[in-house]
C-alpha cells in the first residue's frame, strides 16, 4: 500500500519521544530566537532528523549521507504534520532534535510564530522551490509538494452511467448523494488541506454553507486516509461503497491494473489545494552545521528523483524528470485552490473548530 499523510501514532510514543529530546536537546540547550544568533554554527557527530510519519526515503540514499558526512542519524516519527508541529513547540526549551522535515503549509505558519526554525537559505535552492516558500525570512526550505484533490472511481461510474462529477459545486448536486468520503481536518492532514481547499473556493464564512451543503448530500467523515481510501472508497483494494474520497492527484496513478493502459480512478483537478511541504533547522540545534547540510541533501537531484516513488509527492526542483506512469496518471492541477500560510496560520483552529460544529455537531 503506498504511504499518504495520515494520523498513525500512538500517545504511548510520546512518553519515548521525551526521553529521546533529553539526549537530542541537551539539558541545558537553549533555543535561540529565529535567526538571533551570531556565534558559530554548532556542529556534533551525530544528527537527529525529526520528520511526519510518512517519511520515506531510500536505503541507499539515507546510507550515503550518513557516509558522505561522517553523522550517526538518527530519525524520529512523533506523528503526522500537525502533531509533528505540535512536538516541535511543546519541546521548544529541549529540543527534538536538529533538523525537520514534513511541514506543510497548513502548519507551516504556526511553527514559523512559535520561533521553532532557525532561518536557513540553501545556496543552491532551485528557483521552483524558491517559488514555494513559507514566508520571507526563510524559515523553512521547500521539498516536495501536492494536489490533494477528490478521486473518483471511473468503473462505479460507468456502471452507473453517471458522470463523474467535476466542480466542488457538483458534488453537492442530489445525483451524487451519499457517495463522498472526506478525512476530519481535526485529525488528518489530506482533510485540513481539503477543507482549506474550501476556504480558498468559497471564503470565510461561505465554506460553511457549502459545508452544510455536502453534509445535507451526505458527506461521510472519517479519521484519516487510510480508513477514506482503504477502506470506504470503492476504486481502492479494500472495495468500500463511496466512489468519491478525497486523496491525491497522484493516486490514480497507482491505481493502474498491470498491462492496462488507462487508470481505474481520476483525480478531480477543479477540487484540488496545493500542499507543499518543508524542511528547517530546529532553533537550538546540536548540530545546526548537520542540518543545514540534510537539508542541502534533501534538494539534490538524487533525492528528488526518489520522492515520488518513496513519498509519493511532486519534488520541489520541476526540473527533476518524473515517473511515466505520473506524467500519464498523475498531472497537477492547473488552477489549484491555495490559501497563504499566514491567512491559515491566522484561521486554521477556527476553522476546524466552526466545522466541527457544523458537520459533525
Given at each position: 500500500?503506498?504511504?499518504?499523510?495520515?494520523?498513525?501514532?500512538?500517545?504511548?510514543?510520546?512518553?519515548?519521544?521525551?526521553?529521546?529530546?533529553?539526549?537530542?536537546?541537551?539539558?541545558?540547550?537553549?533555543?535561540?530566537?529565529?535567526?538571533?544568533?551570531?556565534?558559530?554554527?554548532?556542529?556534533?557527530?551525530?544528527?537527529?532528523?525529526?520528520?511526519?510519519?510518512?517519511?520515506?526515503?531510500?536505503?541507499?540514499?539515507?546510507?550515503?549521507?550518513?557516509?558522505?558526512?561522517?553523522?550517526?542519524?538518527?530519525?524520529?516519527?512523533?506523528?503526522?504534520?500537525?502533531?509533528?508541529?505540535?512536538?516541535?513547540?511543546?519541546?521548544?526549551?529541549?529540543?527534538?532534535?536538529d533538523v525537520v522535515y514534513g511541514i506543510d503549509n497548513t502548519f507551516a505558519g504556526r511553527a514559523?510564530?512559535?520561533?521553532?526554525?532557525?532561518?536557513?537559505?540553501?545556496?543552491?535552492?532551485?528557483?521552483?522551490?524558491?517559488?514555494?516558500?513559507?514566508?520571507?525570512?526563510?524559515?523553512?526550505?521547500?521539498?516536495?509538494?501536492?494536489?490533494?484533490?477528490?478521486?473518483?472511481?471511473?468503473?462505479?461510474?460507468?456502471?452507473?452511467?453517471?458522470?463523474?462529477?467535476?466542480?466542488?459545486?457538483?458534488?453537492?448536486?442530489?445525483?451524487?448523494?451519499?457517495?463522498?468520503?472526506?478525512?476530519?481536518?481535526?485529525?488528518?492532514?489530506?482533510?485540513?488541506?481539503?477543507?482549506?481547499?474550501?476556504?480558498?473556493?468559497?471564503?470565510?464564512?461561505?465554506?460553511?454553507?457549502?459545508?452544510?451543503?455536502?453534509?445535507?448530500?451526505?458527506?461521510?467523515?472519517?479519521?484519516?486516509?487510510?480508513?477514506?481510501?482503504?477502506?470506504?472508497?470503492?476504486?481502492?483494494?479494500?472495495?468500500?461503497?463511496?466512489?468519491?474520497?478525497?486523496s491525491y492527484s497522484t493516486s490514480p496513478a497507482f491505481e493502474v491494473p498491470k498491462g492496462a493502459?488507462?487508470?481505474?480512478?481520476?483525480?478531480?483537478?477543479?477540487?484540488?489545494?496545493?500542499?507543499?511541504?518543508?524542511?528547517g533547522v530546529i532553533a537550538g540545534a546540536q548540530n545546526r552545521v548537520g542540518a543545514q547540510k540534510?537539508?542541502?541533501?534533501?534538494?539534490?537531484?538524487?533525492?528528488?528523483?526518489?520522492?515520488?516513488?518513496?513519498?509519493?509527492?511532486?519534488?520541489?526542483?520541476?526540473?527533476?524528470?518524473?515517473?511515466?506512469?505520473?506524467?500519464?496518471?498523475?498531472?497537477?492541477?492547473?488552477?489549484?485552490?491555495?490559501?497563504?500560510?499566514?491567512?491559515?496560520?491566522?484561521?486554521?483552529?477556527?476553522?476546524?473548530?466552526?466545522?466541527?460544529?457544523?458537520?459533525?455537531?
Amino acid at each position: 500500500m503506498f504511504i499518504h499523510r495520515q494520523v498513525s501514532r500512538a500517545v504511548a510514543l510520546l512518553a519515548g519521544l521525551a526521553l529521546l529530546a533529553g539526549c537530542a536537546g541537551g539539558a541545558g540547550a537553549a533555543a535561540p530566537s529565529a535567526g538571533a544568533s551570531t556565534t558559530a554554527p554548532t556542529e556534533s557527530k551525530k544528527l537527529t532528523v525529526v520528520t511526519h510519519d510518512s517519511f520515506a526515503l531510500s536505503d541507499e540514499l539515507k546510507k550515503q549521507f550518513a557516509e558522505e558526512t561522517g553523522y550517526t542519524v538518527t530519525y524520529v516519527a512523533p506523528g503526522d504534520g500537525g502533531a509533528l508541529v505540535n512536538q516541535l513547540i511543546l519541546t521548544k526549551e529541549s529540543p527534538l532534535g536538529d533538523v525537520v522535515y514534513g511541514i506543510d503549509n497548513t502548519f507551516a505558519g504556526r511553527a514559523v510564530q512559535a520561533g521553532v526554525l532557525t532561518p536557513y537559505t540553501p545556496a543552491d535552492l532551485p528557483a521552483s522551490a524558491a517559488d514555494l516558500k513559507a514566508d520571507d525570512a526563510g524559515s523553512l526550505t521547500a521539498v516536495d509538494f501536492g494536489d490533494v484533490c477528490v478521486n473518483a472511481d471511473r468503473k462505479w461510474f460507468a456502471a452507473k452511467k453517471l458522470a463523474i462529477p467535476a466542480t466542488l459545486d457538483d458534488l453537492a448536486k442530489p445525483e451524487y448523494q451519499n457517495l463522498l468520503v472526506v478525512e476530519n481536518p481535526a485529525s488528518s492532514s489530506p482533510g485540513l488541506a481539503w477543507l482549506a481547499a474550501t476556504v480558498g473556493a468559497k471564503g470565510d464564512p461561505g465554506y460553511l454553507d457549502y459545508w452544510t451543503s455536502l453534509k445535507t448530500n451526505g458527506v461521510k467523515v472519517v479519521k484519516g486516509w487510510t480508513e477514506a481510501y482503504s477502506t470506504e472508497f470503492s476504486g481502492s483494494s479494500g472495495k468500500g461503497s463511496r466512489p468519491l474520497v478525497v486523496s491525491y492527484s497522484t493516486s490514480p496513478a497507482f491505481e493502474v491494473p498491470k498491462g492496462a493502459t488507462t487508470s481505474n480512478t481520476a483525480a478531480l483537478l477543479h477540487t484540488c489545494f496545493r500542499q507543499v511541504e518543508y524542511a528547517g533547522v530546529i532553533a537550538g540545534a546540536q548540530n545546526r552545521v548537520g542540518a543545514q547540510k540534510f537539508i542541502d541533501f534533501l534538494l539534490t537531484k538524487q533525492v528528488q528523483a526518489d520522492i515520488p516513488g518513496q513519498m509519493y509527492m511532486y519534488p520541489a526542483d520541476t526540473s527533476v524528470a518524473l515517473p511515466k506512469e505520473w506524467v500519464a496518471h498523475a498531472p497537477l492541477a492547473s488552477q489549484p485552490f491555495t490559501v497563504a500560510t499566514d491567512v491559515i496560520a491566522a484561521g486554521r483552529d477556527t476553522w476546524i473548530r466552526e466545522w466541527t460544529a457544523k458537520v459533525i455537531g
